[in-house]
């Protein structure tokens, strides 16, 4: 991993790129499933260090549940409590189909230009087999960002 890191450095040497945070807000979307839990706290960690706001923003999709987002936001309370930071949650108006990857990665991106976010954090991990197919919403949002 050393070695990752020092050509990194030797890139930002050469290239004069700085790399850092400043108090801009940053995009959180969520699922509200429990496995973005490592997402909130990532995000509320940069948050607190730049004195950033967070947005949280939900697509909304005929899987939803209201048990799920309560849980959702019973989380994001709880860890803005310790670590001291300030969020606004919004949510899209479209309920869509879980699975149109296209429109939840564009409306994860046009949430982040509106609200003129330095950063997108959010969690990529194992989908369904029809995402791995069509492509994850992590890496959408990554090329279109």
Known sequence: MSKWFDEVRKL????GVEWSWDNSPILLPLAYELRE?????????IAEHCGSKV?????????????AREKALKILREHAKS??????VTE????VDADDVGYISK?????????????IVMSAHRESFLRE?????????????
């Open 133 to 145: 197919l069509l492509g994850r919403i992590s890496d959408r949002v990554a090329r279109i960002a």
């Open 83 to 88: 670590f001291k930071v300030t969020y606004e």
């Open 37 to 45: 839990e490592n997402a909130i706290i990532a995000a509320f960690t």
């Open 55 to 67: 947005f949280v923003h939900h697509v909304r999709n005929e899987a939803d549940t209201e048990s």
């Open 12 to 15: 930002i040497k050469k290239e």
């Open 107 to 119: 409306s994860i991106v046009d949430a982040a230009k509106e609200a003129g976010c330095q950063a």
């Open 92 to 95: 899209s108006s479209r309920v």
